[in-house]
């Protein structure tokens, strides 16, 4: 018996291996998975697919990852959805910027399947605080 895919996913990240590689663990999860290449794409998908959760990569071209969560909470219609930055930038500065522009969890590249599981899984499961 096939799956059921519950739930929808944005994947916001420029690099193409990446995002291959994050689709694929995803998929395997049973997510349904939505991709965006840049933070201005990323906004725009998010608005229009209202995903069950974001996975925001930071330094990308057109719009930084940054500003893409903070346009995203501004937003009355996405400002619930989970948001979980993946990223290269590790110190203590960079990641304080994310949570204050709103994201919700930081998972540092590289990173392991099973860590990346467990912060999603804690994610998913709260899901939008407020949805009726
Ligand atoms: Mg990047």
């Given at each position: 018996m096939a799956r059921v895919k519950m739930k929808k996913v944005l994947v916001v990240e420029d690099d193409p291996d990446l995002l291959e590689i994050l689709t694929r663990q995803l998929d395997m999860m049973g997510f349904s998975v939505i991709t965006a290449k840049h933070g201005k794409e990323g906004v725009e998908k998010a608005f229009e697919e209202k995903p069950h959760l974001i996975l925001m990569d930071i330094?990308?071209?057109?719009?930084?990852g940054r500003d893409a969560t903070r346009m995203i909470r501004a937003n009355p219609d996405t400002e619930d959805i989970p948001i979980l930055v993946v990223s290269a930038l590790f110190l203590g500065s960079d990641i304080r910027s994310c949570f204050e522009a709103g994201c919700n969890d930081y998972i540092v590249k590289p990173f392991a399947f099973k860590q990346l599981q467990q912060k999603i899984q804690g994610l998913a499961q709260r899901g939008p605080s407020s949805s009726s």
């Open positions: 330094m990308m071209p057109e719009m930084s």
